[in-house]
Structures are given as C-alpha cells and as structure tokens.
C-alpha cells in the first residue's frame, strides 16, 4: 500500500484518477499519508466516484472534490482548476495521470483522428493541466508550516519516452513530449519554489495494460526482457510519486523517475 513516513499536508489534485490504475493508487495513497484536501478528475464519472468512495473510506475526514471531464478540453481543465482553488485556497501537490494507448500500429496504419485524440489526452492535455496547476500554486498563499516550497508537480509520462518499442511511435512520441515539458517547466519555475518532475512507469498491471488481449500479447515481449520479468503494481508507481511530491524529494528537480523493473536498464 502507499503511504509515507512523512505526513502531506496541504490540498492535492490528482487526474486520471477513476478505477483501479495509476492516477487512483496516488489518490488513495494521498489519503494515506494524510492529505485531507484531494481533488481528482477522470473522463468516467463512474470510476471517478468508485475513488471518492475508496478515498473516504481510508479517511472520512477528507475532503474529496470530484468533477468528471475531458482533459483535452481546456475550458474544462480551467474551470475544474479554478473550483479546486476556490473550494481548498491552495494546490501543493498535482499529479497528471490522465492518458490513453492505442492497440499497436504501425505510422502508415494510423489514422489522423487517432494520432491527434492520443495527443490531445497524452500531451496537451498534461499540457493543459500542468499550465492551470502552476498557475494556482504562484498564488499567493500561506506555506505550509517548515516547507520550503510552493508545490510539487508530477507528471506521468513512460519507459516508453526513454525507449522505444513496436509499433508504439505516436504514443512514445507523446510520453517523451511529457519527460521534456517536465524540465523544462522545472526550469522556468524553480525560482518560484515549485518542483516539477515526472515518473516513467514500465508495464504496470492497470486496466490499460489488461484488457485488450491484443495489448496483453504485445506487451509480453517487454515484461519478458525487463530484468525482473514481472508487470509492476499500480501502487509501486504510486509509492515514487508519493516521494516526488513529498518535502522527502525537496532537491529533486525536473528528474524522470523510471519505475521500470530495470526494463530501460536492459
Ligand atoms: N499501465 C502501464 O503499463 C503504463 C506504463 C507507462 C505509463 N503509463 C501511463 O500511466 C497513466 C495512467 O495509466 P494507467 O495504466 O493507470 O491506465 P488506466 O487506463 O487505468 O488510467 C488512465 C485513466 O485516464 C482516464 N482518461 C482517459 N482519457 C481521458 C480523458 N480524455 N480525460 C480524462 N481522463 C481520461 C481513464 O478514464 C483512466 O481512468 C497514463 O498516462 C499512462 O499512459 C501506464
């Protein structure tokens, strides 16, 4: 289960936060290491509620917000940022989980439509998400009591970023937009006090990486070459953004965490 020695404080913003994958460990570890401010958003409202609940249950006392949307749509990621602020008076922490993988194709084999709606969700979206939250955290605010920062963003990008594999190019392209807009953002705003980092998930047991039997087969050979030849469990992603966000991570800046199982080492 994540959770960390050291208490979060303060209010958080988790997206792609419905079902059982990644964005959903880090709310719920969130709860666990005591945040008591969790806002999560997610396309399905279904899920999205299925975390509300699951968050409560680990703490009633904290307040959830959700709100379910599109992250690719940007009066949707505005507006939604701007409640947030408006119900806690603060952000510390944001998680960009949102994102989408295609079957495997090949370039000449993909659609248009299909290219711009990854990139809309991967890309622009953490995009989208990563300009509203800095925005809240260079608003004025108390810091929370020792801290030596205003927040702490993470974005989820991939291995996939690092590396390549088959028939995966316009989706590794969008994760390694991510792993660069991660530092450079880091750049821009480490004079403000925001830390800004990102973790490179390897195959990791969610609903994405499940459910197609066409992925499970494809993503075989990967499991099998990473040196400890198993998928990772949504919390062990959870447990390095946990750190990330945490004061436990204060020099870290514009880094790319793989939590690979030695998969990009290979
Ligand atoms: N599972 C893996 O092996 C793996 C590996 C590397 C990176 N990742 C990345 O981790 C992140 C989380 O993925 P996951 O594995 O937990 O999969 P998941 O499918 O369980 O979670 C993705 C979530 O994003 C939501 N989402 C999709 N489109 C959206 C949209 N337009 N607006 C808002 N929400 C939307 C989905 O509803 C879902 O809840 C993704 O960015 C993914 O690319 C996953």
């Keep these: 289960m994540a959770s960390l020695v050291r208490h979060l404080r303060g209010a958080a913003v988790v997206t792609g936060a419905g079902g059982t994958g990644i964005g959903a460990a880090v709310a719920k ?13 997610d396309i399905n409202s279904d899920t999205l509620n299925q975390t509300k609940m699951a968050i409560l249950d680990i703490n009633p006392e904290v307040q959830v917000f959700n709100h379910a949307g ?10 939604f940022h701007e409640e947030v602020f408006s119900k806690f008076s603060r952000l510390d922490y944001a998680v960009n989980c949102a994102g989408v993988l295609t079957n495997p194709v090949k370039a000449v084999d993909m659609p248009t439509e ?9 890309y622009r979206g953490t995009w989208l998400s990563s300009r509203a ?20 963003i993470v974005n989820i990008a991939s291995q996939l970023g690092i590396v390549a594999r088959p028939a995966a190019a316009a989706y590794c392209a969008s994760k390694a937009a991510i792993i660069n807009m991660t530092r450079s953002n880091a750049i821009d705003y480490a004079e403000d006090g925001i830390r800004v980092n990102c973790v490179c ?8 990486t499940t459910t197609s039997p066409e992925m499970v087969k494809a993503l075989k050979p990967a499991i099998d070459i990473a040196p400890m030849r198993r998928m990772g469990t949504p919390d062990e992603v959870a447990d390095a953004v946990l750190f990330l966000c945490s004061p436990q991570a204060s020099f870290i800046q514009g880094h790319a965490l793989v939590v690979d199982g030695g998969y990009t080492i290979n």
Excluded: H, Y
Aim: with cysteine; aromatic share 4%; glycine share 8%.
């Design 29 to 41: 570890g969130l709860a666990r290491s005591g945040c008591t401010k969790i806002a999560i958003t």
């Design 70 to 79: 599109d992250i690719a749509d940007e009066k949707f990621v505005d507006s």
């Design 114 to 122: 299909s290219f711009d709606r990854l990139n809309d969700i991967n």
């Design 133 to 152: 939250q800095l925005r809240n955290m260079l608003r004025p605010k108390t810091l929370l009591v020792g801290a030596k920062e205003r927040g702490s």
């Design 201 to 208: 998930p390897g195959v990791i047991e969610t609903p994405m």
